[in-house]
Antibody, heavy 121, light 107 residues
Framework: EVQLVESGGGLVQPGGSLTLSCAASGFTFSSYAMTWVRQAPGKGLEWVSAIGSSGSSTYYADSVKGRFTLTRDNSKNTLHLQMNSLRAEDTAVYFC??????????????WGQGTLVTVSS | EIVLTQSPATLSLSPGERATLSCRASQSVSSYLAWYQHKPGQAPRLLIYDASNRATGIPGRFSGSGSGTDFTLTISSLEPEDYALYYCQQRSNWPPTFGQGTKVEMK
């Protein structure tokens, strides 16, 4: 059974940093691209960032480019999203998502339950 | 980026009724469209990929159709567990984008 478990969310002040992690199990992690999607309160889903299966290619939404960094550790089946210079508009539930391909293709076949990030003073 | 517009925003139906949800793209996405079900506090679930293919374990009452710019998700006979938010998503153009969602609520 595919499982994606996010952690690391919480309350952070504007301008602060936070690192989200996603622990994956139930599939060959190193064979698939991974993605983060977020949902702000009362809003729809927004793609945030993606990483290829080897970790050598990363992609970011314009809204987070230069502030967020996505990495993966294929030896530990984990995904990490380093978020810097956080803004109020980054407040959202962040979902870890498995892509059904080696390179990000936007085929989101499994999702985690999400972790809440709140940016507020 | 491609904008997806879902309609209606809310659908109020009784169990056993047929639900028809629409998703319109601002430009052609070919058949690269997926549908997800999302219940509060749960992980979103992939229902349909590439416009008309049911994902693993999805009941036959869910079906998808369409191509180009107009797509439909149909739930043939609503079960109590089907009341949820439904999102469409395109992967034809990068970045992938989502519709704003349709809420299926019990009448």
């Amino acid at each position: 059974e595919v499982q994606l478990v996010e952690s690391g969310g919480g309350l952070v002040q504007p301008g602060g940093s936070l690192t989200l992690s996603c622990a994956a199990s139930g599939f060959t992690f190193s064979s698939y691209a991974m993605t983060w999607v977020r949902q702000a309160p009362g809003k729809g889903l927004e793609w945030v960032s993606a990483i290829g299966s080897s970790g050598s290619s990363t992609y970011y939404a314009d809204s987070v480019k230069g502030r967020f960094t996505l990495t993966r550790d294929n030896s530990k089946n984990t995904l990490h999203l380093q978020m810097n210079s956080l803004r109020a508009e980054d407040t959202a539930v962040y979902f870890c998502v498995k892509d059904d391909g080696t390179g990000p293709a936007g085929e989101f076949d499994y999702w985690g339950q999400g972790t809440l990030v709140t940016v507020s003073s | 980026e491609i904008v997806l517009t879902q309609s209606p925003a809310t659908l109020s139906l009784s169990p056993g009724e047929r639900a028809t949800l629409s998703c319109r793209a601002s430009q052609s996405v070919s058949s690269y469209l997926a549908w997800y079900q999302h219940k509060p506090g749960q992980a979103p679930r992939l229902l349909i990929y590439d416009a008309s293919n049911r994902a693993t374990g999805i009941p036959g009452r869910f079906s998808g159709s369409g191509s180009g710019t107009d797509f439909t998700l149909t739930i043939s006979s609503l079960e109590p567990e089907d009341y949820a938010l439904y999102y469409c998503q395109q992967r034809s153009n990068w970045p992938p984008t989502f519709g704003q969602g349709t809420k299926v609520e019990m009448k």
